[in-house]
């Protein structure tokens, strides 16, 4: 047995997680962590819940399970007709999170494992280049995103952003005391003079509010528009932005649903092609489940 | 390795994309149509807009003397309601929220609140000059009745005639945010008039 102070202890080790990391890339692994992501970050809807707690039932007795078709038929339906009721009211990740059920579903019917492993790496390089360049085009035609509106908004504003805010130096006061005028302007027995609130703002916010509407922007751009290449080392570099967008900004934006489901498309596309990069998609699934800690509340000291 | 016919695997690859590119496209089609937030519907535009932030309703129940008195109060059924509307402000969602209010009973509180004045900083003013009363939902409406409000208190401390509802105003309004001048404007939208 390998001791602390044994020197062939951590060289053991990393071997042993390289093996690890060998068997769950030769594995079905992005079926498994599709199941994962269904189960902890799906619909809400009871129709939803009661067929994936199924599912993960019968992959728990019977993980062959994993791989029919019906049993991905059956998770895709539930999803699509939650999505169907809740269309107007449906976040984007939700969406994505069907349509990839519906990529599991499809890529399960063919028994060549090759071809099911193409559907995966085709579609997972797909949603990712609609996702980016989606968001991006979005933002572009908006008209408060590009000035920076936006972000400083969500920092004056949204409590969601507010321990991200006074990690980077906002004052939570500041947040507090504009959300209680705009409280008051949308306060249906109060009149606001010319329907106007002054919101409490300074340079620092401003510079914060750029930075991150650039940082934004551009990581997004970026990783579509590199991946549409195709290439060995474009796909890297997307890799390496992509891992670096969901190190980021899954902290402060409390969206881990659509965190995970990024990591799974990029662990999906990079799974046959690097070792390296696949562990790291699988680190950064941890790293968003790990950040729904309280950690604002630490901050905060709430 | 079986062989799939060509058509079956173009398929196997594309369908999910193209319903994909559909339903976005249809998302920014009733984003330009009908302000539908670009946060739903599959355009994949979180973040794009900060509508989630300025975008709300002000609801108002009229009666027969043509006073508007305005709902703070809803069922949870009709908040769910008011938050569609406010995501897909479509004249269907705004009927389907003032259907569903006038199909509530309400009571109202025992206090009038006034009105008060406020400045763009957050500061009282002054006393407006009008004074409602805060309505509750108290049940379903289950008679052909025209009054909803608590009508023995109503009758008591206001009026002897029981008030007819004789309509329902929803205001949709937006705040636009000017980050040089670090103002942030409401505009009054929308109004959807529901009448009796």
Known sequence: MASVADPVGPSLLVTRLGEALREIRKGDSVTYLTLFLAVVFGFQSWLFQLSVQLALLVVLLAPSMAQRPALWFLLSMAASITLVHERDLADNHKYLLCYWLWVMCIAHIPTDRELRDRIIRFNARFFLIFIFLGAALQKFLSSTYMTGGMFELELLLDDRFRAFGHLVGIDPSLGEENLRRFNLLQHPYVQVLDDKIKLLSNDHVHYVAKLVTLYDFYVQVAIG???????????????????????????????????????????ALAKERSQFMSAAYLLAMGAVVVYQVPWGDWVLGT | MTRVPRIVRWAMFC??????????????????????????????????????????????????????HPLLHLTDAQWRLEDRALRYPSESNFRALADSIRATAWWAGKEKIPLNVFDSTGQKIRDGTGQFYDLYPAHPRTGPEQADIDIEYWKAKYDPKPLALTGIDIEYWKGSYDPKTMELTAALAQTFVSKD
């Open chain 1, 225 to 267: 528009v590199l991946l549409l290449f195709c290439r060995e080392v474009t796909d890297m570099f997307a890799d390496l932005l992509l891992l670096f967008f969901i190190f980021t900004t899954y902290l402060p934006a409390p969206v881990w649903g659509f965190g995970v489901t990024l990591s799974v498309l990029g662990f």
């Open chain 2, 15 to 68: 369908t999910i994309p193209l319903i994909a590119i559909l339903i976005a496209a249809r998302q920014l089609y009733l984003h330009a149509t009908e302000d539908l937030s670009t946060w739903k519907g599959g355009g994949m535009g979180m973040f794009a807009n900060a509508d989630n932030l300025t975008r709300y309703l002000k609801i108002y129940l009229v009666f027969g003397d043509d006073q508007r």
